[in-house]
């Protein structure tokens, strides 16, 4: 049988499954900090057990037998502290690093890099490697037996990885997966021939038969309460490109139907219009899934690189329900990784550092989700150490950004915007974690493509936090059409408040910036013809459209407004991809293409 039509469906099994594994593992974690929670430890090593169990017969069914006999070491290891026999403090770490060589062997798979098992082949040996107590070069060591290992057989994996084992990120010993035709002994006696490997302990493979009882209760249930069907994201992608089309032909439609003045025509436009409306409805259901999606890769992350700073951080979610995109769900966990990774590594203080500044020892940092409208704001911020606007300009000069006169001029916001510029880098030197200056210009360019943006707003010693603004969806707006010099723009209906009409309008100058009057308050005034190259149309007086995104009030001056009308938003072409005015085109219903207006761009 061909198994490889089961993989995809195996993958996303296994990398919920792993999911669930590391949450138990961190309530643990949680609870061992606190001294509490025995009980409930016990229970989650229980769950733990039985995620295991089910992907070692995921796995054995699958024909993958790394993975199958690592999650059976897993069981073995996790036997005692589920009959009460054990204390699960004393195998956390050992659990932590079976859960990221799971994660190794799970992505390989989806790679299609993991062999299946083979009968003429041993079955793999998973090691733990002791250096010598005082160990100077743990890091050389490392490499040393791992080089031993790799002339007698073939490994798999290594926990902590190899980039670790080189950063010396671990203590005194290692866990490798070898497949070897050597007995252990004979493995062992080489690996001890190394210099500073102090011992070699093989994991035990030997079944326990009376673990049988921790697999005989059901695995718990999953957060879906009701039956699910997994579906690939590009069949809803054509589907949602289907109906956009049907959209368009309903548009042209309607443009068409007054001309032929007939009552009948002009009822089943009605009807289509209403079912298009309610598959239009369900569709964002189907494309619409949960932020914990991603919110729910961070805790693990958070936890490591701390321990591995040395850091005590306290992580909080919020608005995990918040609903987005799938596609905006695909694309966003990047950029929120460099956020959180630049936090931790960059922002948050070191205990010490923290309570001479009177802070608490551990740093937090938040991530929050929130609709308004729609759109979706996605907060991550910290308490940590702020972006300094006068350190920022001294870097800009230092890196040949701006010369001293060109930085001198910078308000402290523009100085702090700095950071989003490729190349830039608030760093002396690079490390493994951040500080290569390849990231905030990144994160904003990806927000950028998605129809988003981002800001940042800081306190010098009190932390900084980063407002990310997305669009819902990506799919199919309501919106205002306008002319401005015979073209059609596309104005999302979402960004706008009020239509007033040219001889309400007062205006004024200030600073060579054009602003207009309404309700005794005076707002930024901008010229759609001119600010896109449109010459305006003779003899018409404009319509002021009054806007409000995040939080911000501008206003545009168009030639005369058109109607509003679902649009289909098609992305743009990288050509055009590069103009910071659009963010997105459309097909109106006599066939010309409209841009659409980034309201992002105006602030």
């Keep these: 049988m061909d198994m490889s039509v089961y993989l995809a469906v195996f993958v996303d099994e296994a990398r919920e499954i792993l999911q669930r594994f590391n949450e138990n593992l961190l309530r643990i974690e949680k609870n061992k900090a606190a001294s509490s929670g025995h ?93 010598a107590p005082g160990c100077l070069l743990k890091g050389v060591r490392a490499s040393m037996a791992l080089a031993a290992l790799s002339k007698i057989g073939e490994l798999s994996f290594s926990s902590p990885s190899l980039s670790e084992l080189e950063a010396e990120r671990f203590g005194d010993r290692f866990t490798v997966q070898v497949e070897a035709r050597e007995s252990f002994e004979r493995i062992r006696t080489r690996l001890l021939d190394v210099p500073e490997v102090f011992e070699v302990i093989e994991v035990v493979e030997a079944r326990i038969e009376k673990s049988d009882m921790l ?159 729609n759109f979706v704001r996605i907060e991550v911020s910290d308490d940590g150490r702020g972006i300094h606007p006068a350190a920022m300009r001294e870097r800009a000069i230092a890196q040949g950004f701006l010369e001293r006169e060109e930085a001198s001029r910078l308000t402290d916001k523009q100085a702090v915007d700095l950071i989003f510029l490729a190349g830039f880098s608030t760093r002396e030197s690079a490390n493994n974690l951040s500080g290569r200056g390849l990231g905030m210009d990144i994160v904003r360019n990806r927000l950028n493509a998605l129809g988003g943006s981002i800001e940042v707003r800081t306190e010098a010693n009190g932390g900084t936090s980063f407002h990310l603004i997305l669009p819902l969806t990506l799919a199919i707006i309501r919106a205002m059409l306008v002319e401005i010099g015979g073209e059609v723009i596309v104005i999302p209906t979402a960004l706008l408040e009020e239509v007033v009409e040219w001889e309400e309008v ?79 085109a459309t097909v109106l219903g006599d066939g010309r293409v409209a841009l659409i207006l980034d309201g992002a761009a105006f602030e």
């Design 39 to 131: 009980e409930e430890n016990i229970e989650a090593a229980r769950e733990i057990y039985r995620f295991v169990h089910t992907i070692k017969g995921m796995s054995a069914t699958m024909r993958f037998a790394s993975l199958e006999a690592l999650s059976h070491d897993i069981e073995n290891l996790l036997v005692g502290v589920c009959e009460g026999r054990e204390a699960v403090g004393g195998i956390l770490e050992r659990l932590f690093q079976g859960a990221d060589a799971l994660g190794h062997l799970i992505e390989s798979a989806a790679a299609g890099a993991l062999p299946e098992k083979d009968p003429g082949k041993p079955s793999p040996k998973c090691l733990e490697i002791v250096l």
């Design 215 to 373: 697999v005989s209760q059901p695995l718990p249930p999953t957060r879906r309460s009701h039956p699910t069907v997994r579906v690939p994201t590009e069949r809803l992608d054509g589907l949602m490109n289907l109906l956009g089309e049907l959209v368009i032909d309903r548009t042209r439609m309607e443009e068409i139907a007054p001309g032929l003045k007939s009552a009948d025509l002009d009822e089943i436009l009605r009807h289509i219009g209403g079912v298009t409306a309610d598959i239009q409805a369900a569709m964002m259901k189907l494309r619409l899934i949960p932020i914990e999606n991603v919110f729910n890769r961070f805790p693990r992350m958070v936890r490591d690189m701390s321990h591995g700073l040395g850091k005590e951080i306290l992580l909080s979610m919020d608005g995990m329900e918040t609903e987005l995109d799938r596609r905006i769900i695909d694309e966003v966990g990047a950029p929120l990784m460099h956020l959180v990774r630049n936090a931790v590594d960059h922002a948050l203080e070191p205990p010490e550092e923290r309570l001479k500044k009177g802070k608490s020892r551990e740093g937090h940092l938040r991530l929050s989700a929130s609709c308004e409208g």
């Design 506 to 584: 007062t205006l004024s100058k200030k600073d060579g910036k054009e602003f207009f009057h309404l309700r005794e308050s005076a707002f930024r005034l901008f010229r759609l013809g001119e600010e896109l190259g449109f010459p305006p149309l003779p003899d018409t007086e404009p319509v002021l459209l009054v806007t409000r995104f995040r939080k911000k009030t501008v206003g545009f001056l168009v030639d005369r407004m058109i109607g509003q009308r679902e649009i289909v938003v098609k992305p743009l072409s990288r050509l055009l991809s590069a103009f910071p005015l659009i963010n997105g």
